[in-house]
């Protein structure tokens, strides 16, 4: 179904706006380039000097021409191997900004009762720090190796595996509205890449904001300039 331009830089498909924020229960967001200005795993690259080598391999991951999440994650960690943790402190406070308009919309979305969560394929050492500066219900993410104050370029394994790819964003989003006793049709799903599609096409609502041509191509709404606020010129409040 082809997308309308409901306002510049505004694009809906497959629902008559507005929807009301209200009858949705759950909203699910990625973070990097979602939430937050950066791609973390890149900045962190930066800091390292591998950053063309890293980001390279995540925009090809993004545009979905490496299917697999999971080998393409394991390839960049590798390349990070021995950057000191300081590393994630630079970032987080010199270069990780909330893009425009995510306070407001995270806000409308608290004020009209949704549960808030972050699903990334990101780190847990940015994600638990954006949950707790936007007041977030829950965060997923994952878990970076560091020993001797570096880190090792391996994740953690945790009790739902390593790493958070777009089936376990899926997997996330369809628990947590089964424990709220939701169908997942009352959820809003947030994203802008490859990996989020899995959980956007489960969703009541999905919003695309600055997303990928092939997000793009799927969104119930699509955001492609202005801040991420522009989701409530399609919500009521």
Known sequence: MPATEFLPGL???????????????????????????????????????????????????????????????????????????????????????LNPGVETFVAACQAAGLKTMLVSGGFSFFSERIRHRLGLDFARANSLGIAGGR???????????????????????LEVAELMGIEPSQAIAVGDGANDLPMMRAAGLSIAYHPKPAVAEQAMVAITSGGLDRALDVLRT
């Open 151 to 173: 880190l090792t370029g391996t994740l953690l394994e945790r009790p739902w595996g390593d790493i958070v790819d777009g089936a376990e964003k899926l997997r996330v989003l």
């Open 11 to 97: 694009f809906i498909r497959g629902f008559e706006p507005p929807a009301r924020l209200a009858d949705y229960k759950l909203v699910a967001f990625d973070m990097d380039s979602t939430l937050i200005s950066i791609e973390c795993i890149d900045e962190i690259a930066r800091a390292a000097g591998r950053y063309d080598e890293v980001a390279a391999i995540t925009e090809a991951a993004m545009r979905g021409e490496i299917p697999d999440y999971k080998e393409s994650l394991r390839r960049r960690m590798a390349l990070l191997a021995g950057v000191p943790e300081a590393a994630l402190h630079q970032v987080y406070e010199q270069r990780l900004q």
